[in-house]
């Protein structure tokens, strides 16, 4: 599949931690339904203990399906990043279903993070829709890696 350079548009959702960028992208996904569009990939949503995010879990917006992402751990392990440990699992899963979107006009990515940063968690899904995807893209990213975002996505082209 030959990527059209002018057909993907990527929007940046560009937020500090906890300043609402898997709500605000939760409004783009309802819109775009509302619109009679169809939306695919994904929002990471918090579990809240009290004041604390304790867990991560990743939503097929296509279906509703849902996997634990990540949780609160302070023990080594693979993928690590803040004080959450993620499962591998979770992310070749969520590059399946995304891959099987293609052919949707609206993808979300929630979100580009430290993980990505390291070449590990979304880096791969989102180096396979930059390069293969035609549409609109929605990423959600904090502003100190915007920079880094926007070089990496440059030097697919």
Sequence with gaps: MTKNKTSLQITLIVGRKNSGKTAYLEEIYHGALKKGLQV????????????????????NLQNGEKHLLAWQSAAPSPLHAGQFAFLPETFEWGFRFVQ??????????????????????????????????????????????????????????
């Design 40 to 59: 695919g990939g994904f929002l990471s949503k918090a579990q809240w203990d009290g004041n604390r995010k304790t867990r991560y879990f990743l939503h």
């Design 100 to 157: 099987n979107q293609l052919h949707l006009p609206v993808i979300i990515m929630d979100e580009f993070g430290p993980l990505e940063m390291r070449q590990q968690g979304w880096y791969d899904l989102l180096r396979f829709l930059a390069t293969q995807y035609s549409g609109f893209l929605f990423i959600s990213v904090r502003p100190d890696l915007v920079d880094a975002l926007l070089r990496m996505i440059k030097g697919w082209d």
